[in-house]
Every structure is written in structure tokens, then in C-alpha cells.
């Protein structure tokens, strides 16, 4: 089938023969493969969207475990709560890093020794050996605060790496 009509003809132009039905197979060729290169360009942009949004979500409860820790280590104490307080605030923090078991324990740990510190410096009318021992107990956890505190980087790096 003629594309150009006969009323054209006498002006000059040639007829051409391509046929209707390859015409439209190009074409519906041609946007199927700009329909592709927009699809995966929302794709990959989607993609780093969710990246720097869990990025954003974990740096936040990174921020929540280290300045737990360093509070404790200002002050030397547990502030009454501060235990609940941390693990409300980091109970998303198994799942934000990929139900990692290191993290888990981490967050556990932490809670059990602000426990254990917090009833430690409860205990007022202590004497003697007894507050000997309450007081080497109290300084062994706050060197277990001070070494987890120098290990975060370790444990966390894996998740803050960016890699463009």
C-alpha cells in the first residue's frame, strides 16, 4: 500500500513502498525500548532512594546507641529510665540492619549492663568490702561501656559504607 497519495504525485514526489505493518512494528520497537530505558532509570533512582533512606534510619539508631554510651560515660551513671528510654528508642534496630545477630546483641547488652549499673549505684548503704565490690563492679562496667563505645565504628562500618 501506498503511503503518498496520487494527488501528490504530479508535485514531484515519489511514492514509497513501506508497508503500514512495519511501520508500526518499528515504532511500537522504538517505544518499547524508550519504555525500558525509563523503567530502569526509575528503577536504579528508586534504588538509591531506599539506600540513602536506610542509611538515614540506621545512622539515626547508631547515633541512639553511641550517645547512650558516651552519657553513661560522662556522667558515670544511669539516669533512672535511661535503660527503658534506650531500648524503646533502638527496638528497631535488629530489623533496620538486616536482623543482624551481632546488633541484637549488641542493643541486649547494652540494656543488661545499664540494668545491672543502674541497681549497682541504687545500693546506698553499702560499707566496707560491700561497697568495695559494688564499686569494682560499677568500674568494670563502665570499662565494658568504654570498650564497646571504641568498637561501634567495627560493628557498624559494614552497614555506613557508601559506595556510589
Known sequence: ???????YRWAGV?????????????????????????????????????????????YAIYEKIAGFISQVLLTGTVEGGGEEKFLRETKKAYFAFGCDKQIKKLVS???????????LQSENK?????????????????NWFSETLDSLETIFKKYFRLKH
Open 1 to 7: 500500500m501506498n503511503i503518498v497519495s496520487k494527488k
Open 14 to 58: 515519489k511514492p514509497m513502498n513501506i508497508n503500514i505493518s512495519s511501520a508500526t512494528a518499528i515504532t511500537t520497537a522504538g517505544v518499547a525500548v524508550l519504555v525500558a530505558i525509563i523503567t530502569l532509570r526509575n528503577w536504579i533512582t528508586n534504588r538509591a532512594r531506599l539506600k540513602h533512606e536506610l542509611f538515614d534510619r540506621r
Open 109 to 119: 547488652d547494652i540494656y543488661r549492663k545499664a540494668v545491672e549499673l543502674h541497681a
Open 126 to 142: 553499702l560499707t566496707g568490702d560491700a561497697l568495695k565490690n559494688n564499686l569494682e563492679q560499677q568500674m568494670k562496667i563502665k
